[in-house]
C-alpha cells in the first residue's frame, strides 16, 4: 500500500485524518502561540528551520511529529528546481522538484508546522544557547518583515552552484548542462556528452559519465593536465582528451554547441572522437557535463559566529557538521547541502530527519534535572 501521507486520494485523506487522531488535532502547535497573537509580526517556535528543501521539510517533521513547535522560513528556490524530474527518489521516482517540496509542505502542514514564505535576512543571539538551554536563543529577521524568535535553529539552506563563467552555459543549466551522472546520467544515456573540466575531480567526473555513453569527450578547460592514472584512466576507458578551453555555449534544437579554444598550439584529440580539434572550432554534443563550485549557503550560519569549510577536494565549501547535524555553534544544526555537497534528495532529508530526532532528545535531556 503507498504511504498515505503523500498520495492525495480521498481515503488516504481520511486515514491522514485518522492517524492524526482527535488528540494531535487540538495540538498547540496548529493554534496560534499566545505572543504570536500579540505582536502579529513575530513568530515563537521551539525551532526555526531555515530553507524548506529536503533537508528542512523532512526536520520539521520529525519535530512536529515529536509535539514540538516549528516554524519553517523558506526562499522558495530547491536547487534542483530547474530540472524537471528529481530522480533517485524512493518511491517518488522523477517526481518534479517544486512538486515534491510541495508535497512535503503539506504532510508537514498536516502537522502544525507553520511557514513563512521569505529569506532569512539576518540572524542573532539573544543569549547563549547550551545544551541545557529552555530559553529563546535566537532571533531571525525575514525579508517579509517577520520576526523569529526561536530556542533551535536548523540551517538548511542548501548550497549554490557556481558555473564556470563561459557564455551560454547557465542557460541550459539543469537539462542539457548536468553535474551528476546519477540525477541526469540515464537520461542523456548513450549521447555524446562533452565533461568540461574544472578541477582534477573532473577526470572522476568523466569516469562516471563514461558508464553511460561510449561517447564522451573531456575538454580540459580550467582543470590541471591529467597525470599518468588519469591519462591511462581516460585510454583505457575511450574517453576523448580535447586540451582547449570553453569559448561559449550554444544550445540549439538539435544539441548544443561549444566552441573552443586551443590551450596548445595543437589541439590534436587524443582518443575515439572529438568532433573538434583546432582553435575556435565548435563540436556539437547531446549534454554538457561540468563541476560547479559548491558554495554554501551560509550567511546566516557566519552571522550567527559560524566558519565555514573548504571542501578538501576543492569542489566547494560546507557547514562543519558532525555526524548528529550539530554545529561549532551551539544550538545551531546543519542539515542536505548546507552541511554536505553531496548529499542527494533522499540523503538531505535523511540528515534532516536525524537532526530533527537529535534536537528533540536534547530537548527532552534538558528538562532532566542533572
Ligand atoms: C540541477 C540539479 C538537479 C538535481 N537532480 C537531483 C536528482 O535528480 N536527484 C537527487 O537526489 N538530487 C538531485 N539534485 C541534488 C538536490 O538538488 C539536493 O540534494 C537537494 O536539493 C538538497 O536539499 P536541501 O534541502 O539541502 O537544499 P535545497 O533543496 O536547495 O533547499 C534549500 C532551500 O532553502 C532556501 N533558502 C536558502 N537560503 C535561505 C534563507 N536565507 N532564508 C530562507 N530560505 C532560504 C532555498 O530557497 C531553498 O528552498 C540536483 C541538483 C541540481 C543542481
Request: proline fraction near 5%; glycine fraction near 10%; include cysteine.
Amino acid at each position: 500500500m503507498s504511504d498515505p501521507l503523500v498520495t492525495d486520494t480521498p481515503q488516504n485523506q481520511q486515514h491522514l485524518q485518522n492517524l492524526k487522531g482527535p488528540q494531535n488535532q487540538q495540538h498547540p502547535q496548529v493554534q496560534q502561540n499566545p505572543h504570536d497573537r500579540q505582536d502579529p509580526n513575530t513568530l515563537i517556535a521551539e525551532v526555526a528551520v531555515i530553507g524548506g528543501g529536503a533537508g528542512g521539510l523532512a526536520a520539521s517533521i520529525v519535530l512536529a511529529r515529536s509535539l514540538r513547535s516549528v516554524v519553517v522560513i523558506d526562499a522558495g528556490s530547491p536547487r534542483n528546481a530547474p530540472s524537471a524530474h528529481a530522480h533517485n527518489v524512493l518511491g517518488q521516482e522523477g517526481i518534479n522538484p517544486l512538486e515534491l517540496v510541495a508535497k512535503g509542505r503539506r504532510e508537514a502542514e498536516e502537522y502544525g508546522v507553520r511557514f513563512v514564505d521569505a529569506t532569512v535576512v539576518s540572524a542573532e543571539h539573544t543569549q547563549q544557547v547550551t545544551q541545557e538551554s529552555e530559553a529563546v536563543g535566537f532571533i531571525l529577521e525575514t525579508s517579509f518583515g517577520v520576526s523569529i524568535e526561536a530556542k533551535r535553529v536548523v540551517i538548511a539552506t542548501g548550497l549554490t552552484d557556481v558555473l564556470p563563467d563561459i557564455p551560454g552555459l547557465s542557460d541550459g543549466w539543469g537539462e542539457t548542462v548536468i553535474h551528476c551522472p546519477y540525477c541526469h546520467g540515464y537520461e542523456v544515456r548513450g549521447e555524446r556528452i562533452g565533461v568540461i573540466g574544472t578541477t582534477a575531480m573532473s577526470y572522476h567526473q568523466a569516469m562516471l559519465f563514461s558508464q553511460l555513453s561510449d561517447r564522451v569527450t573531456f575538454i580540459r578547460h580550467d582543470a590541471p593536465e591529467p597525470d599518468e592514472a588519469q591519462t591511462r584512466m581516460l585510454e583505457s576507458l575511450g574517453i576523448t582528451y580535447v586540451d582547449a578551453a570553453v569559448e561559449a555555449v550554444v544550445r540549439t534544437d538539435s544539441g548544443t554547441d561549444v566552441t573552443l579554444r586551443s590551450h596548445t598550439s595543437s589541439a590534436a584529440p587524443r582518443g575515439n572522437e572529438a568532433g573538434a580539434t583546432a582553435e575556435n572550432e565548435t563540436m556539437t554534443v547531446g549534454a554538457l557535463a561540468v563541476g560547479p563550485y559548491f558554495r554554501a549557503n551560509s550567511e546566516i550560519y557566519e552571522q550567527l559566529g559560524g566558519t565555514v569549510a573548504d571542501h578538501p577536494s576543492g569542489m566547494g565549501s560546507s557547514i562543519p557538521a558532525e555526524a548528529t547535524g550539530a554545529t561549532d555553534v551551539p544550538g545551531v544544526w546543519a542539515v542536505g547541502n548546507s552541511a554536505d555537497i553531496s548529499a542527494m534528495v533522499v540523503a538531505s532529508a535523511t540528515s534532516g530527519v536525524l537532526v530533527g530526532a537529535q534536537i528533540n532528545a536534547e530537548f527532552i535531556m534538558s528538562s532532566v534535572p542533572s
